[in-house]
């Protein structure tokens, strides 16, 4: 069973950083595609960025790349989110999802192909 917890989120200026964490509490987490997706006000949710169990194949948002930086560590259960060069338009609350497959590929970008989520966290950036 998949359990996952977010953490990191809060309040940073645009331009400022945040680090997301997503961890499992199970034991077989390494074996899962994570995703990272966020919501705003009024908005549906949308992908922000993937990683393949093992961390070789990973994808992002065309709206974050090369300002976010997804990784994983398997010895500690956990996935990160690194988050730079923030901006208001980034402000939401992000949630972590993962699954064991996908129909195609290690991860998905669609919110209905992952089966476990985290409650969520929070960010907001100030202009």
């Known amino acids: 069973q998949v359990q996952l917890g977010e953490s990191g989120g809060g309040l940073v200026q645009a331009g400022g950083s945040l680090r997301l964490s997503c961890a499992d509490s199970g034991r077989t987490f390494s074996e899962y595609g994570v995703g990272w997706f966020r919501q705003a006000p009024g908005k549906e949710r949308e992908f922000v960025a993937a990683?393949?169990?093992?961390?070789?194949?990973?994808d992002y948002a065309d709206s974050v790349k090369g300002r976010f930086t997804i990784s994983r560590d398997n010895a500690k259960n956990t996935v990160y989110l690194q988050m730079n060069s923030l901006k208001p338009a980034d402000t939401a609350v992000y949630s972590c999802a993962a699954d064991r497959t996908f129909f195609s590929g290690p991860y998905s970008y669609n919110v209905d192909d992952y089966h476990y989520w985290g409650q969520g966290t929070q960010v907001t950036v100030s202009s």
């Open positions: 990683i393949s169990w093992s961390g070789g194949d990973k």
